[in-house]
DNA sequence: ACTGATGCGTC
DNA sequence: GTCGGAC
DNA sequence: GTCCGACGACGCATCAGT
């Protein structure tokens, strides 16, 4: 029986030593189809480049500088060595594993091992302690091994794989609908939990739990306002693109949390929650944080001033005050409504924010446009208003399409 | 008690 | 966030 | 068009070393 982590190291190896996306994928899913369930969910983090699931907090706090030390502890070698190796590569995992001793055969390590020491070295304080845990588990294994080890602590397998080729690798093992894979991904953003619920042939059973962040539909650009109608034949909805903080809110009861998109909780705003709090039932919402004064947005540099602070300093809070803006809808009251037409999330989302808005939150002002130079007007008084662009969607569909020109 | 390096997260 | 490249 | 990888600017917190 050979030992899970080297099997997920072959597979990566083979990943890397293709282009090809179907190749890629079929290599992941034979991969996991060979391992025991709890082992091929873990695998399935990795694969996506994680260490922990989407949805946790925790980081390593492991980087370029412990992950430099510690080779060169266990390699012996100069750093001149390791210099040279790292040009070489551009990639510390790829450094990592020429100038461990090939003498180490590994393949001794389990998936569940790797897992165990992420734990570890996540509840660990202090660079010391974290160093030696992870020179450790780096005797441990095969210079192979070491090189995938590093590249998850980096966050980055770069093999051209990512999360998204494992939701098809998923799909193919268990011959499961891809867009089931995909959806139940995005409600429990645990791409492990994601397999779980494929291999019991149970992912319309995700459920989606409030307080748990749900993916994020991200934008993409287009250049000209004649780009955005050949997306949208008909017409498009259109609201201000604004530069802010894309934040995602959880409430029920008087319970309310900002999520930021990395699923981490943003604690930094506390003035939004009251408002929030105080509107009727069980949501999420998807919407923005914008530094705002006497009803203009403030430079994004004000903002980023108030974010990753421990304590909230008073004096700042009024100083930078903010809004949240909602442009969405995700959930409502049992509801998911994901699959639920734009136009009629709005339709619940200007009911449930009323007529008079709070004093920290506001709705997206959306507007319809059916030309081209409708298009472009918007556009320019957008700009004129500081904002950074414009949103344009499709009142059919969930997925959002920005123009930035 | 201070400072610089490091890690992390926002865009 | 942007950008360019591979498919 | 879609996906992926490589890249930059900025600000805050933490820890190690002084």
Not at 47 to 70: C, D, K, M, N, Y
Not at 353 to 371: E, I, V, Y
Request: with cysteine; proline share 5%; charged share 25%.
């Amino acid at each position: 029986m050979i030992a899970s982590m080297r099997r997920f190291v072959e597979t990566c190896e083979a990943v890397s030593a293709t282009t090809k996306k179907t190749e890629k994928v079929r290599l992941v899913s034979k991969c996991l189809r060979s391992l025991p369930v709890d082992d091929a969910a873990r695998a399935a983090i990795f694969f996506a480049g994680h260490a922990f699931p989407r949805w946790e907090e925790r980081t390593l706090a492991v980087g370029g500088s412990l992950i430099w030390q510690a080779l060169e502890a266990l390699s012996g070698l100069p750093p001149e060595r390791l210099s040279q190796t790292y040009r070489r590569y551009g990639d510390a995992g790829g450094m990592a594993e020429e100038v461990l001793s090939s003498d180490n055969p590994g393949g001794e390590l389990t998936l569940r091992d790797v897992a165990a020491t992420f734990e570890n070295l996540a509840a660990l304080r202090g660079s010391t302690q974290k160093l030696e845990a992870f020179k450790q588990l780096l005797r441990r294994a095969s210079p192979g091994e070491a090189k995938y080890i590093i590249k998850i602590v980096t966050g980055d397998l770069r093999i051209g794989l990512k999360e998204n080729l494992v939701e098809e690798a998923i799909a193919q093992t268990f011959l499961r609908p891809l867009d089931l894979v995909r959806r139940a991904n995005m409600i429990t953003a645990d791409v492990g939990a994601t397999f779980r619920l494929a291999a019991a042939d149970d992912l319309a059973a995700a459920r989606l739990r409030l307080f748990h962040p749900i993916g994020f539909m991200l934008a993409t650009p287009a250049e000209t306002p004649a780009e955005v109608f050949e997306s949208f034949p008909a017409d498009a909805l259109v609201e201000d693109k604004y530069d802010g903080i894309r934040a995602q809110a959880h409430k029920s009861g008087r319970t309310v949390k900002l999520f930021s998109r990395t699923m981490d909780e943003l604690l930094e705003f506390p003035e939004l929650f009251e408002g929030l709090a105080a509107l009727p039932g069980e949501f999420i919402l998807d919407g923005e944080i914008l530094a705002w004064r006497d009803a203009h947005p403030l430079p994004f540099r004000e903002l980023q001033r108030r974010l990753g602070r421990k304590h909230s300093d008073m004096w700042l809070l009024l100083d930078i005050p903010v809004n949240f803006v909602a442009f969405d809808l995700l959930y409502q009251d049992g509801d998911l409504l994901l699959d639920t037409p734009l136009r009629e999330r709005q339709r619940r989302l200007e009911q449930l924010l009323g007529p008079a808005p709070g004093a920290h939150f506001q709705l997206a002002g959306s507007q319809r446009c059916q030309t081209v130079e409708e298009l472009r007007e918007t556009f320019e008084n957008a700009i004129l208003r500081g904002q950074e662009g414009l949103m344009a969607k499709e009142p059919g569909s969930p997925s959002p399409l920005s123009t930035s020109s």
